[in-house]
Structures are given as C-alpha cells and as structure tokens.
C-alpha cells in the first residue's frame, strides 16, 4: 500500500512538472513579429530583417502563399529579397495540400516566414486550424521572425478584420460610417494576443474601420500601421520602424453607446507613434 501510494505521489509530481515545463514553452516566444503596413519593403527596413533573421549566417526563409490569396510563387515579394546573400524560397498550399509533409517540415525549419497577399480572409480559410498553421505556430516559438505585409499584417495577430463590411457589402470605397455590427472580425494565426492589425492605414484612410473595432471590442489593442511602416514584436517591446506612422487605439473603460446603430465612445485613447519610437505591453 504504500509503494502504491509512493508510486501514485511520484507519478502525481511528474504531472505537474510537465504541465509547467509545457506551459512554460508555449508561454516563451523567442521568435520576432514584423508587421508591415503594405508596399515595398524599404531597403534599411530589409537590412534589419536579413540581421534579426539571422539568414546572412545561413538558413533559409519561405514566402508563404495559398492560392488565390496572396502574393504567387513568381511574384515580386522574392525579388525583395537579396537572393545572391541569402535563401529564399517559396511554398503554396491548396486546400488539398494541407498535410504535405515535406512542405510541413519546411515551413517548421524556416528562419523567416513572409506571408503577404490581398486576401487575409481566404488565407485563413484555406491554412486555419491545420497543420500549417501549427507549422507557423512552431517556427515563431522555434525563434523564427514571421513577416506579415499588407492581408498577411491583418492575420498574425489572434483576431483579424476579414474587410467586409456586413451592413454595406458592396461598399468597395472603404468604411465610411462608425455603425454597430458592420465591420466583420474573425479569428487571425493567434501569433500575438489582444492585438488586431490594420494595415495601409493613413494611405487608405481606415480610421473608421479601426475605431468601430474598438468601441465593439474594447479587450482589444487596435493597431493600424501606414504603408511603407512596420511594427517590429520582440517579446514584450513593440519598436516603430520605416517611413511614417503606426496608431494604437484602445478602449479602457469599455464604453460603448448605440443610438440606432450610430456608434459613440467615451475616453477612447489614441497614440500616434513615429519610427524609433517603443511601446511596451
């Protein structure tokens, strides 16, 4: 009886040793987020990224791409990168692609991961809750930089505005109204949390977009990042880099008023942060 109870408080302890080494390792990201507003990559914005990836010292980086959803295999995307210095390659999964396990392998090795495209809610479709989504899951917590630009800025985070507007789907000139229930959001890659991206945000003027998010979701920080612009993501520290500006939104006090349909706020906070500048979270 009492070897059994021994045996029985032993394997107990085991438990929870495992428990917390598993949350310890999910919890320890040592990978880095950029997060880019659209456009072309800016060339010191690209030597930062061959330095933090570590490609220069060998590895390789992958452009990920699904069909119909983002940037092609023969896109411009690789061109932006160096390929004399460095090894770039690209991989597209179709929706009966999903377990190519070579393919799977390599996403997870990856030491960058550019996701790019025009269309975040089709990427999602076709690589949410699949082995490539764990894939890139992997790699980020493995240490790899993943590079979100443009609809690949707008799925990183653990929720995303898909751009569609529910009361108005036709509208193709952007959101022009602050209303309840229009502006549609769904679930993102969930590389960072509490977070949602909006990206060419001065260029396209997606203010009204961002903020409606913010009143109907005051447990989220919303970000929208200009063209030509990154959020750089290492650990707790955000770092603002490239040509213009990112805004951060939020809604502390969780206010929220509808008057038929017509959204308002009190005490919303909004920072305008320039290149240089850190945020902390």
């Known amino acids: 009886m009492n070897q059994l109870i021994f045996r029985s408080f032993r394997f107990g302890i085991l438990f929870v040793c495992i428990l917390v080494m598993g949350f310890q390792a999910s919890s320890q990201t040592q990978g880095k987020l950029l997060i880019l507003g659209g456009g072309e990559i800016p060339s010191p914005m690209m030597n930062t990224i061959l330095s933090m990836s570590g490609l220069m010292q060998g590895g390789y980086g992958v452009v990920l791409t699904v069909p119909g959803a983002g940037d092609s295999c023969h896109s411009k995307t690789l061109k932006q990168f160096p390929t004399r210095k460095v090894k770039m390659t690209c991989l597209e999964f179709a929706s009966w692609d999903l377990n190519n396990q070579v393919k799977i392998d390599s996403l997870r090795q990856a ?167 850190q945020v902390s979270f």
């Open 111 to 277: 030491k960058l991961i550019f996701i790019g495209g025009t269309d975040q809610a089709r990427f999602m479709k076709v690589v949410g809750k699949t082995a490539v989504q764990e894939a890139i899951i992997f790699a980020y917590n493995s240490g790899a930089m993943i590079i979100g630009n443009s609809a690949g800025a707008s799925l990183v985070g653990k929720w995303m505005i898909t751009g569609t507007e529910l009361k108005h789907k036709n509208n193709t000139g952007g959101c022009k109204s602050l209303e309840s229930d229009n502006v549609e959001v769904s679930s993102g890659l969930g590389l960072v949390g509490n977070f949602i991206f909006e990206p060419h945000f001065l260029k396209k003027m997606r203010m009204n977009r961002l903020l409606t998010v913010a009143i109907e979701h005051p447990e989220l920080i919303c970000v929208g990042i200009d063209e030509g612009t990154a959020l750089l993501i290492d650990g707790n520290k955000a770092t603002v880099m490239g040509e213009n500006q990112v805004v951060f939104i939020s809604n502390p006090k969780k206010d929220k008023r509808d008057m038929n349909g017509n959204l308002g706020v009190m005490g919303i906070n909004l920072s305008v942060y320039l290149s240089g500048d």
